[in-house]
T-cell receptor, first 109, second 117 residues
Framework: GNSVTQMEGPVTLSEEAFLTINCTYTATGYPSLFWYVQYPGEGLQLLLKATKADDKGSNKGFEATYRKETTSFHLEKGSVQVSDSAVYFCALGRSTLTFGKGTMLLVSP | ETGVTQTPRHLVMGMTNKKSLKCEQHLGHNAMYWYKQSAKKPLELMFVYNFKEQTENNSVPSRFSPECPNSSHLFLHLHTLQPEDSALYLC????????????????FGSGTQLSVL
């Protein structure tokens, strides 16, 4: 079956630091890969996605590349802001999504 | 604002109570979902409704009973819950439902934070 493994949080960074949140997966077939973000008190929102190997998804300065050879979809951002503080979920699938446990990001001024 | 509204935002109930969670979407979507979010665990898919028909029930205990009267509304009826059922319950919708090409993007509500005493 499908599964997603994310790095444990919280990830604590200072503003303008570089961010990497690791995500690896196991899957049958060729699923799409996603990053969702959950801000405090809200539901999840789609941040970015990639539908096939070597695709790069990007949005709001975040990006992730679908790496089939390493079964990874790591999330990166060059310079984080306080407003990026949230929980980030890696997910995969087609008809239904399989989510990871989520990684909390805390950015301090 | 994602177009998916859940009520109530918070709910405290005893183990013998009966309550219902409500979800409403105004996006014209054909699929609706219930997820359970517990601390330090992956999001758990509970139920899927596709064109008002239940298409998935991921081994959810019978004390949780979903209802989808139309494509815009989804309920989760709760009775005789256990303390371990305390969690954030998230409703989501997607455009085409199971097997559709554009069903990959889920729109989530803000959730109902449930505490079972």
């Amino acid at each position: 079956g499908n599964s997603v493994t994310q790095m444990e949080g919280p990830v604590t960074l200072s503003e303008e630091a570089f961010l990497t949140i690791n995500c690896t997966y196991t899957a049958t077939g060729y699923p799409s890969l996603f990053w969702y973000v959950q801000y405090p008190g809200e539901g999840l929102q789609l941040l970015l996605k990639a539908t096939k190997a070597d695709d790069k998804g990007s949005n709001k300065g975040f990006e992730a590349t679908y790496r089939k050879e390493t079964t990874s979809f790591h999330l990166e951002k060059g310079s984080v802001q306080v407003s990026d503080s949230a929980v980030y979920f890696c997910a995969l699938g087609r008809s239904t999504l399989t989510f990871g446990k989520g990684t909390m990001l805390l950015v301090s001024p | 604002e994602t177009g998916v509204t859940q009520t109530p935002r918070h709910l405290v109930m005893g183990m013998t109570n009966k309550k219902s969670l409500k979800c409403e979407q105004h996006l014209g979507h054909n699929a609706m979902y219930w997820y359970k979010q517990s601390a330090k665990k992956p999001l758990e898919l509970m139920f899927v409704y596709n064109f008002k028909e239940q298409t998935e029930n991921n081994s959810v205990p019978s004390r949780f009973s979903p209802e989808c009267p139309n494509s815009s509304h989804l309920f989760l009826h709760l009775h005789t819950l256990q303390p371990e059922d305390s969690a954030l319950y998230l409703c989501a919708s997607s455009q085409e439902g199971i097997g559709g090409a554009s069903n990959e993007k889920l729109f989530f509500g803000s959730g109902t934070q449930l505490s079972v005493l």
